[in-house]
């Protein structure tokens, strides 16, 4: 119900916004500052990767004389938008913002990886899902003949829905978790650049090896897990003085 008080308009009826959950506390993060001292591309901007979630994860594209992305295609189950924070000398433009195919192809989008002037700083947006499973695979394909090299499939389930597999992405009690799509790139990154796998067996194509480098991940899965492990020494510390002072 609407009404008029003296001095003002109509004041309307509104919907109140319930309190955040207290275990969801709300945050804010510039991609800048945060991009500019991340371990990995694709790197989740904030804490939060349960069922439903969205994640935002940063990406800092940079040319150089030595740089190179390589290709590979990337398919989810969920949707994905990109946003693009700043850009120079890429294909794509400052301000664009553009929802992704369940598959599609991923690289630098310099025009030119070698020019050190080019760059791009990307958001994509991740939003996972509410129920049931959730699946991701990289693909790579042979240069030459565009055959398929290898099709690297992984459960990404989120935290919070049957099927999240805790071990996999680290143990159940480690305060954070492994980003589904860190831990499967980097896997498939170490099998991309087997010998078995980088040689294709339809035209005997030796494939450059994939440049995993440029992209992190296996640095990210790393961190995490040393960081998890710190964490668990920390308890076990303060536990064992516990009992000491007993």
């Known amino acids: ?18 309190p955040p959950d207290p275990d969801l506390e709300p945050l804010k993060v510039s991609v800048y500052e945060r991009m500019a001292k991340a371990a990995a591309q694709l790197m989740p901007l904030f804490p939060y990767d349960h069922a439903g979630a969205i994640i935002p994860c940063g990406n800092v594209l940079i040319g150089g004389p030595e740089n190179a992305y390589g290709h590979f295609f990337h398919w989810n ?7 693009v924070y700043g850009s120079h000398k890429s294909l794509l433009a400052t301000g664009q913002i553009m929802a992704t195919q369940n598959l599609h192809g991923v690289n ?41 090299l ?57 494939n450059d090896p994939f440049p995993s480098a440029q992209w992190g991940w296996a640095r990210q899965v790393a961190q995490t897990r040393a960081v998890n492990a710190a964490s668990q020494s920390l308890i076990q510390t303060a536990a064992s003085a516990e009992e000491d002072r007993s």
């Open 1 to 18: 119900m609407s009404q008029a008080t003296p001095g003002s308009g109509l004041l309307e009826d509104t919907r109140h916004i319930p």
């Open 77 to 83: 189950t969920v949707n994905e938008v990109v946003a």
């Open 108 to 148: 630098s989008f310099l025009r030119d990886e070698k020019d050190p002037e080019a760059f791009a700083v990307i958001v994509v947006t991740q939003h996972q899902s509410v129920e049931g499973g959730q699946t991701e695979a990289m693909i790579a394909r042979c240069k030459k003949c565009k055959a398929e």
């Open 150 to 206: 290898i099709r690297h499939e992984y459960d990404a389930t989120p935290h919070g829905l049957p099927g999240y597999d805790a071990e996999r992405h680290g143990g159940p009690d480690d305060p954070v978790h492994q980003f589904s799509t860190a831990l499967g790139s980097a896997e498939f990154a170490d099998l991309r650049n087997t010998d078995e796998i980088r040689v294709c067996a339809g035209c005997g194509h030796a």
